[in-house]
């Protein structure tokens, strides 16, 4: 790795200005990285901010158009949708439904032919009323997700999706063979074409806080400690990304990032293949609740932040600072 020493080795003569430092950089951030996550929810002409996720905002159906073409206009790719529906029941009928909020908000925004890539989050929790990400199975006192039945609920949530023009489903439940399932599902309705992004490797987080209240999506009871991974563990990780890869999945995804870079690093060293990374919603509010504090300074903080989950080995990266760092990466 080294041929000579100090003092004929010198590091910082690559240092010495930015053009020099821009032909050595080994990591570009650019809009092409990014998958802006978007809340929609039932009811008109609303726009309402999340108080725990300052400059995020839930739009109702109709207002999704202007928030599209901001998207585009920035140069960001893709966005992921996440449905927030007034009716939940037990078995999050709304999300595989032709009328639910995921099936309107695509066909609303196909309709006004926005070749935005769509990809939307394939899950219960936003749908169920006791906010688990499946089908629920108690014996007594005691309730637990059950695997298999939700996995043939996912089946219909992701055909209905497709129907309604989603470019790409991304399952976040974290049920054992959900990927196998899903794929099945796809190809026999005829969408052989769709790609299926996984939420491999999801570790049971605490950064998950202000996404909940923005999705309302909080378990009643309990946690999701038994489907969600442990954070201590990192070869489980390799495990579920290998599975994954085994039932189909075509881009494999770690989350959250910033706490996770480590095996972020070893999944796009291990499998080779398209790696997403989540900046899940307490890593943004973090950032935020700083830089409104003026203790900060946000643009910085930022990019170093997304510049390090692309070095660590991310090829697409979800976060809510999309739009932001896009127009900052663009000026
Ligand atoms: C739901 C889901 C969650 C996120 C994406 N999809 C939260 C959870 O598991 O409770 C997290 C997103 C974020 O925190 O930004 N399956
Ligand atoms: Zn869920």
Request: hydrophobic residues 40%.
């Amino acid at each position: 790795m080294l041929t000579g020493r100090f003092p004929q080795l010198r590091l910082r003569r690559l240092r010495k200005n930015e053009n020099v430092r821009r032909m050595v950089r080994e990591t570009v951030l650019t809009p092409n990285d990014f998958i802006y996550p978007i809340f929609v929810v039932d009811g008109e002409n609303k726009k309402e901010e999340i108080p725990s996720m300052p400059g995020q905002f839930r739009y109702s159906v109709d207002r999704l158009p202007e928030m599209v073409e901001e998207v585009e206009k920035a140069g960001i790719p893709a966005v992921i949708l996440f449905g927030i529906p007034s009716h939940k029941d037990e078995l999050g009928t709304d999300s595989y439904s032709e009328e639910g909020i995921i099936q309107r908000a695509l066909r609303k925004i196909k309709g006004e032919g926005s070749k935005l890539y769509l990809i939307t989050d394939v899950c219960f929790c936003e749908y169920t009323s006791h906010g688990h990400c499946g089908y629920l199975e108690c014996h007594g006192e005691v309730c637990d997700v059950d695997n298999d039945r939700t996995l043939e609920l996912l089946k219909k949530q992701v055909v209905s999706h497709a129907q309604a023009g989603a470019d790409m489903v991304a399952p976040s439940g974290m049920m054992d063979g959900m990927i196998a399932a899903i794929r099945e599902a796809l190809d026999a309705a005829g969408f052989t074409d769709i790609p299926i992004m996984s939420y491999a490797a999801k570790y049971a987080s605490a950064y998950y806080g202000p996404f909940r209240d923005a999705a309302e999506s909080t378990p009643a009871f309990g946690d999701r400690r038994s489907y969600q991974m442990d954070p201590a563990n990192f070869n489980e990780a390799l495990r579920e990304v290998a599975l994954d890869i085994q039932e189909g999945a075509d881009i494999v995804m770690v989350k959250p990032a910033l706490a996770y870079l480590d095996v972020i690093r070893a999944v796009k060293e291990t499998f080779k293949y398209p790696t997403a990374a989540y900046n899940v919603s307490g890593e943004y509010s973090m950032v935020k609740a700083a830089a409104l504090k003026g203790w900060i300074d946000e643009k910085r903080v930022v990019l170093e932040t997304l510049t390090s989950m692309k070095r660590a080995g991310a090829d697409l990266i979800l976060t809510y600072h999309a739009l932001e760092a896009a127009r900052w990466l663009n000026e």
